[in-house]
T-cell receptor
Framework: DGGITQSPKYLFRKEGQNVTLSCEQN?????MYWYRQDPGQGLRLIYY???????QKGDIAEGYSVSREKKESFPLTVTSAQKNPTAFYLC?????????????FGQGTRLTVV | QQQVKQSPQSLIVQKGGISIINCAYE??????FPWYQQFPGKGPALLIA?????SEKKEGRFTISFNKSAKQFSLHIMDSQPGDSATYFC????????????FGKGTTLSVSS
């Protein structure tokens, strides 16, 4: 089935560690996005990419890094510089050709710092 | 100018009633306005969306009303059901620029039976 797969579903990180969240899509979408969700804060954009080997910072990019080496994959690394990483992380993708508007979301990764 | 303001933060409606959630925006360059529904522990899913060239769009029990001059849009859920209990997010996007969706902070809807 076509869709977006995020893994793992739950992730625990010790303070000072970097962790990488996986996002893979088989929808042949050009654009991919990472959002962070905190209670009462909605979805805030971390990074997005419209094409392979190119990406842009969102509103809260500090302490995060991404790569886009393949069209299907857009992993997010939460670095030790992110001071409050405990949150629900959502990956999305969308086509950017004319008429393509809907963003499809994965099921999320819940990251907890222990 | 990039914000989308959503209200109320939470909403309790009786079964069979009408749920209304409102959003307002400032950036007149926005030209795509979707609503997403999210259940606990899941990713958001597109519910319904509207472009600014129409004032209303209806899909089943869900209706978007759009007021371009007031820069406001709202979601109406008719005959609300307990299964509609979820968090709803409005969003906006400058489609032609291929930019990301900007989300409101969400409304938690509880439909009591």
């Amino acid at each position: 089935d076509g869709g977006i797969t995020q893994s793992p579903k739950y992730l625990f990180r010790k303070e000072g560690q970097n962790v990488t969240l996986s996002c893979e899509q088989n929808l042949n979408h050009d654009a991919m996005y990472w959002y962070r969700q905190d209670p009462g804060q909605g979805l805030r954009l971390i990074y997005y990419s419209q094409i392979v080997n190119d990406f842009q910072k969102g509103d809260i990019a500090e302490g995060y890094s991404v790569s886009r080496e393949k069209k299907e994959s857009f992993p997010l690394t939460v670095t030790s510089a992110q001071k409050n990483p405990t949150a629900f992380y959502l990956c999305a993708s969308s086509p950017i050709a004319a008429g393509g508007t809907e963003a499809f979301f994965g099921q999320g990764t819940r990251l907890t710092v222990v | 100018q990039q914000q989308v303001k959503q209200s109320p933060q939470s909403l309790i409606v009786q079964k069979g009633g009408i749920s209304i959630i409102n959003c307002a925006y400032e950036n007149t360059a926005f030209d795509y306005f979707p609503w997403y529904q999210q259940f606990p522990g899941k990713g958001p899913a597109l519910l319904i969306a509207i472009r600014p060239d129409v004032s209303e769009k209806k899909e089943g029990r869900f209706t978007i009303s759009f007021n371009k001059s007031a820069k406001q849009f709202s979601l109406h859920i008719m005959d609300s059901q307990p299964g509609d209990s979820a968090t709803y997010f409005c969003a906006a996007r400058i489609f032609q620029a291929g930019t990301a969706l900007i989300f409101g902070k969400g409304t938690t809807l509880s439909v009591s039976s």
